[in-house]
Structure formats: structure tokens, C-alpha cells
């Protein structure tokens, strides 16, 4: 069973006195730093001077500073800027400045797992990952609650790395709902797999092929979009509530057989085959070279999708039928 932290477990204490930089102002950076701000921990957000997140964060009354020497005078690091940016900023100036026995924190594991950043073994390594988007990190806050979060300790230099840990976790108001122990090579792995397989590709991709084939086979294109994408919503908010068994309980007794007989015919052995085979490509890093290299290119791949995908028929479709909710 996993180990799972509450608020009995942990206070601020680990916190108390410590300065915390938040090297980033995105998606998690902005949520994590104003939730911590708020609690009261000493946080000061490193970015760009003048840039778009130094403006946003003394908009919101952060203190700010370059990245360097936001690091330089912190006892807690966290690294929240994407991926791919890490290692660039991590060199250049984050390792220069991080001080011995300071805690590096991360919200993914990443970098980490596939050696492209490896700090020095003077400092704590650890994570504290927050299971739902930035916004959502700060509502709950703001509702006096939080979102479950992963916890992982990849170096303890100090001894104190797990208690540092909780006092982010308690800080942003995950305690209040839970913690959960992990590994960082078990978060990165599963993250990958889950983002791949179900998240986002895999659920995007079932998605475009249904429709497509619906629309081929001559029905209304407004009709398959109402099947194949904006029911999804219902019933994934039906298996998150309580399961998938609470789903199958809540559709009708034709969806329910029809679900549960034919949907094994289209996640067959061969789909199972291809996931263990993207399991891999993340186990053995493959993906994760891949993506590098595919960023270091300037990202052509994505650069391609983004600029194709909101003109095929099934968004050019989404946008007209939403406007019917709006």
C-alpha cells in the first residue's frame, strides 16, 4: 500500500525561516507560488526581468528577481518551468547558484529520471506534484481545500528532504486531501504512459478516428460530434466519481452491454501490444530523446500539428455546435 500523508502529519515548521524561490510563472509556478505566499512562506519568484511572468507575479504582489539571484539567496528551489526548459536554465542559473544543502524541488520528475539535469549531492532532490492543473491547485486553495499531490525523495543530503517536502505539500493545501509516497522514476513513467495512452493522445486519437468514421459513413457531422466528444464529459465525470462500476450503473442497459461486450474489440490484444511497446520507449528513454531532440530542432512535429488540427472538420464542427451552450 502506499504511504500517504494528511495535515497530522506535517506543519510548516520544515519551512520556517527558509527562503523559497520559484524559478517560472506558468500553469503550476503561479499556483504554487501565491498558495505558499499566502500560508506564509517567504517566496520570491525568479524570471526574466520585465519579462511576461516577472510582470504577472508583481502584479499579483510577489517579490521577483533574476533567476540567479533568486536561487542564490534561497533555501528551497523549485523548479517550475516546462520540461524541456529545465536543463538550459538549470546550467546557466540554477547550479551555479544553489547553495549546499539547499532543497531542489520539482513537479515532475523528468529531468531527473533521464539524467538531463543532475544536481550536486550536497543538495536535496525532491518532489512535490500536484495531481491537476494550476488553476485548480489555486481554486481549492482558495476554497480552503487542495488537490492530492505525489511526493518523492531522490536525495536526502540533509536528512531533512522528506520534512521540506511536506512543507511544500502542506503549504499549497494538498495535505488537506492527501500525499502520496513515490519514486521519481515511478511518477515520470506513469506520467508519461497515462499523458500517451489514456490522457491525452490515446483519448484524442479515439476521438478523431470515431468521428472520422461516422462522418464517412455518411451520418451528419454535428451528430457524431455529439457521440463521440461532448458525452465523453458525462461519463468520464461518472467513472471519476465513483468508478468505473458507477458508470456501467448510471447508462442505460443497451449502452452498458453494447459497452461491455464490444469495447474489448476495440482495445484488443493489438492496442495492448502497442502500449507495452510505448512503455518501453519511456523505460529505456527513447521517448524522452526523442522529445529532446525534437525540442533542440524547434519543435517542427508540433509546430506541424498545432498549425493542421484546428482546421480539420471535427474542430471547425466542435466550434459551431459549443456555441449552442454558450
Not at 191 to 205: A, I, K, P, T
Request: with cysteine.
Amino acid at each position: 500500500m502506499a504511504k500517504l500523508y494528511y495535515e497530522k502529519d506535517t506543519d510548516l515548521g520544515a519551512l520556517t525561516g527558509k527562503a523559497v524561490a520559484v524559478v517560472g510563472y506558468g500553469i503550476q509556478g503561479r499556483a504554487q507560488a501565491l498558495n505558499l505566499h499566502d500560508s506564509g512562506v517567504d517566496v520570491t519568484v525568479g524570471a526574466r526581468p520585465k519579462g511576461e511572468s516577472w510582470n504577472a507575479a508583481s502584479k499579483d504582489g510577489l517579490e521577483t528577481a533574476p533567476v540567479g539571484d533568486a536561487v542564490a539567496s534561497a533555501d528551497v528551489v523549485m523548479m517550475l518551468i516546462p520540461d524541456e526548459v529545465q536543463p538550459e536554465v538549470y546550467a546557466k542559473d540554477v547550479a551555479p547558484n544553489l547553495k549546499k544543502g539547499a532543497a531542489l524541488d520539482f513537479a515532475h520528475g523528468f529531468n531527473i529520471r533521464f539524467g538531463t539535469i543532475v544536481p550536486s549531492k550536497s543538495v536535496d532532490v525532491i518532489m512535490i506534484a500536484p495531481k491537476a492543473p494550476g488553476a485548480a491547485v489555486r481554486e481549492n486553495y482558495l476554497r480552503g481545500s487542495g488537490v492530492p499531490a505525489l511526493l518523492a525523495v531522490h536525495q536526502d543530503a540533509t536528512g531533512k528532504a522528506r520534512s521540506i517536502a511536506l512543507g511544500i505539500a502542506k503549504g499549497i493545501g494538498s495535505t488537506k486531501v492527501g500525499v502520496i509516497e513515490t519514486t521519481f522514476v515511478e511518477e515520470t513513467e506513469t506520467d508519461l504512459f497515462g499523458e500517451q495512452v489514456d490522457l491525452c493522445g490515446g483519448v484524442s486519437e479515439l476521438i478523431r478516428t470515431s468521428f472520422d468514421v461516422l462522418v464517412k459513413a455518411g451520418y451528419q457531422p454535428e451528430l457524431a460530434y455529439f457521440e463521440v466528444l461532448h458525452e465523453l464529459k458525462m461519463i468520464v465525470d461518472l467513472i471519476q466519481a465513483g468508478g468505473i462500476e458507477t458508470m456501467w450503473a448510471n447508462v442505460s442497459n443497451t449502452a452498458e452491454y453494447g459497452g461491455r461486450t464490444r469495447g474489448p474489440r476495440v482495445i484488443d490484444d493489438h492496442v495492448r501490444r502497442n502500449m507495452e511497446s510505448l512503455l518501453a520507449d519511456i523505460r529505456t528513454g527513447a521517448f524522452a530523446k526523442d522529445w529532446v531532440d525534437e525540442y533542440k530542432r524547434g519543435m517542427p512535429t508540433l509546430v506541424k500539428a498545432r498549425g493542421e488540427m484546428p482546421n480539420s472538420l471535427l474542430e471547425k464542427v466542435g466550434r459551431d455546435v459549443r456555441k449552442m451552450f454558450t
